[in-house]
């Protein structure tokens, strides 16, 4: 009987093909047995900056984050005026080691031996904290696999695989190792594009559930109930050398673009967490750009090495043998393993649908703010830096650099 273990779920989140729930995997985790006085007790009176958006917010653009209002607030405040608020609000993508480099109840707690990686803890975390209707735009991960333990509340994940048409990819907003979509998943005005978008799989996690998400698999993330809290970690793999180097070359081509542009332009064209770019000199991004590129190409030499050697040594090469059979691990029902179910092009609408009627109160007309997208402004220069940003674009400029550098 297939049994998953420590080193089959290491193998698992870094070779499966397709998005996998531990339905109840991280039950064992004192932390996800704290309830909400306990988590105010944790934060106590510590100021967290909540990204905060109308509900009712209609747009065919997504809810980027140049859109949002900060509000800064204790969790205790957070939850008290969550029943009258008519915004949803997110404290995301926030590194424990620098939002609680101290706290060691919360460090303990967090240990992510069981998925295989005994060396990662909280000081790898990220953490996430946010009300009914909080999301994050979809998009996908250029790097890295990302691995979800939800603590408590419900999330919904919806995904779709690398190669998806019709998710209109865009770097505009730019983040780094982010591709987003133009689609908005929450509330669009017209939900006519989602019709004839296929590959989908929906899934809900609840506290004590974790999701493996593989490299490159397009996500669009919301949180279901009134309070929610999730941590994830993200796993690099030997092949993300590749991806880095087109970043490399991909922000240099940003920060280039930005940097005589007026400063509210900017702000449209970058997401916050990379307001630094333009501050950052062109001698410290080239440097990046090479030591990326060197890492890759020691790599390639490394490979090729080891391949020669076995040539000369008439050792035949082994193919790589799978550690678990997925199916079998998926059938014995003691494992709470599953897939991520699929979901119909027409279960996509009628849940977009369900998002509308459940945040939008009643027919009224669009203000200014919602017909006019906030990158519309940006035409040109947008439709630029997604053009050189494109996979067949990017991908002869990086192949074309390393043949000189290599």
């Not at 506290?207 to 669009?220: F, I």
């Not at 400029?397 to 000189?404: G, I, Y």
Request: aromatic share 10%; net charge negative.
């Amino acid at each position: 009987m297939a049994v998953l273990n420590e080193q089959i779920i290491r193998d698992l989140s870094i070779n499966t093909s397709v998005p996998l729930v531990l339905r109840g995997f991280v039950n064992n985790w004192p932390i996800c047995q704290w309830d909400i006085e306990k988590w105010c007790l944790v934060f106590q009176d510590k100021e967290l900056p909540f990204r905060c958006m109308k509900k009712d917010f209609i747009s065919d653009e997504p809810c980027w984050e140049r859109r949002c209002e900060v509000k800064n607030m204790t969790f205790k405040a957070f939850v008290d005026g969550i029943p009258t608020s008519k915004h949803w609000m997110y404290f995301d993508y926030k590194h424990l080691q620098q939002w609680f480099p101290g706290d060691e109840e919360l460090h303990k707690n967090i240990s992510w031996k069981e998925f295989g990686y005994s060396d990662k803890g909280a000081k790898d975390s990220t953490l996430w904290v946010g009300s009914s209707g909080a999301h994050t735009p979809a998009h996908q991960d250029t790097y890295g696999v990302n691995i979800i333990a939800q603590l408590y509340g419900k999330k919904l994940w919806l995904l779709f695989p690398p190669e998806t048409g019709g998710l209109k990819p865009t770097r505009v907003p730019y983040e780094e190792s982010s591709v987003y979509s133009e689609l908005n998943f929450f509330c669009p005005n017209n939900v006519e594009v989602f019709n004839g978008l296929t590959g989908g799989r929906i899934v809900e996690l609840s506290a004590g559930d974790a999701l493996l998400v593989p490299r490159g698999w397009w996500h669009y993330v919301q949180n279901v109930d009134p309070i929610n809290i999730a941590l994830n970690v993200w796993i690099t793999r030997e092949k993300d050398t590749s991806s880095q180097v087109s970043e490399a070359l991909i922000k240099i081509l940003v920060a280039q673009i930005c940097k005589n542009l007026p400063q509210d332009t900017v702000k449209l064209i970058v997401n916050p967490n990379e307001d630094d770019l333009l501050d950052t000199p062109l001698a410290v991004l080239f440097l990046q750009l090479e030591t990326v590129a060197n890492t890759y190409l020691d790599s390639k030499r490394k490979l090729r090495r080891a391949k020669r050697q076995r040539t000369r040594e008439d050792i035949p090469t082994q193919p790589e043998v799978e550690e678990y059979d997925l199916k079998a691990l998926l059938d014995n029902k003691e494992n709470n393993l599953e897939t991520a179910p699929p979901i119909t092009s027409g279960e996509l609408v009628n849940f977009i649908k369900k998002n509308i009627n459940e945040f939008i109160k009643g027919d009224r007309p669009l203000d200014d703010e919602e017909l006019d997208g906030a990158t519309t402004s940006l035409c040109l220069t947008k439709a630029l830096i997604d053009a050189f940003s494109q996979n067949n674009a990017i991908e002869v400029v990086k192949q074309n650099l390393l043949a000189r550098l290599g």
